[in-house]
């Protein structure tokens, strides 16, 4: 298996901007999550999904965050408009059951000019 | 004002010592813990897992140790190698499933 997959592996865009990062989860996996890393928050939990659900978008920072989850197969995460403090690697995470260890991708390095 | 990072605890042994890395949770009814590694540029990659009935787990040169009754957890790598320098993680997961709440983490670094 690949692996969770992730794209782009890094985007630099102007503020104002939509972002979209994409996510394919494991084969098989039915829970996904999206995470955000910076130096001050460290990993924050933004969302995750069950059976393609959202089930908790608690950590999504505010309206300009959406998520989706068309199929169990894809995953979207768009930032519009996008700004500055929105820079950060954004990681996407994919486990079986949910609440069995979760597999990170390589995550995506998002800076916002 | 000007932001400030956080800045990580750091671990520095001598390669081929022993390693322990310790985790401070913070849920009472958190029942399911992971330790991650990551690599500078990398995701966090799962190293080792422990379930709240348990009070040690081991595995290929790591041993995970849960003390509930002070909410404590840690990490011990035996004859610690540079291939583990990494800034590592503790995860803890409560008795609803779902979400996964890191540590700040503790970055290992490994003298050769």
Same mark, same amino acid.
């Given at each position: 298996?690949?692996?969770v ?18 996510c ?90 | 004002?000007?932001?400030v ?9 001598q ?16 029942d ?13 990659? +799962? ?8 009070? =040690?787990?081991?595995?290929q040169?790591? &041993?995970? #140790?849960?003390? !509930?009754?002070v ?17 590592? +993680? ?8 779902? =979400? ?5 983490? &503790?970055? #290992?670094?490994? !003298?050769?």
């Amino acid at each position: 298996d690949a692996g969770v997959i992730q794209s782009p592996r890094h985007e630099v865009t102007e503020m104002g901007q939509e972002v979209t990062l994409r996510c394919k989860p494991i084969s098989g996996h039915n829970s996904l999550f999206w995470y955000r890393q910076t130096m001050m928050r460290g990993l924050e939990l933004l969302i995750y999904f069950n059976n393609n659900v959202p089930i908790d978008d608690s950590g999504m920072p505010e309206d300009r965050f959406s998520a989706k989850m068309p199929n169990a197969s894809f995953s979207t995460l768009k930032i519009q408009p996008s700004e500055p403090r929105d820079s950060a690697v954004y990681f996407c995470a994919s486990s079986f059951g949910g609440r069995e260890k979760l597999f990170f991708g390589s995550g995506t390095q998002l800076s916002v000019l | 004002g000007e932001s400030v990072g956080l800045h990580l605890p750091t671990l520095s042994v001598q390669e081929g010592d022993n390693s322990i890395i310790n985790c401070a949770y913070s849920n009472s009814a958190s029942d399911y813990f992971i330790w991650y590694k990551q690599e500078s540029g990398k995701g966090p990659q +799962f190293i080792i897992d422990i379930r709240s009935n348990m009070d =040690k787990r081991q595995g290929q040169r790591v &041993t995970v #140790l849960l003390n !509930k009754t002070v909410k404590h957890l840690s990490l011990q790598i035996a004859a610690t190698q540079p291939g583990d320098s990494a800034v590592y +993680f503790c995860a803890e997961m409560g008795n609803q499933g779902g =979400k996964l709440i890191f540590g700040q983490g &503790t970055e #290992l670094s490994v !003298k050769p």
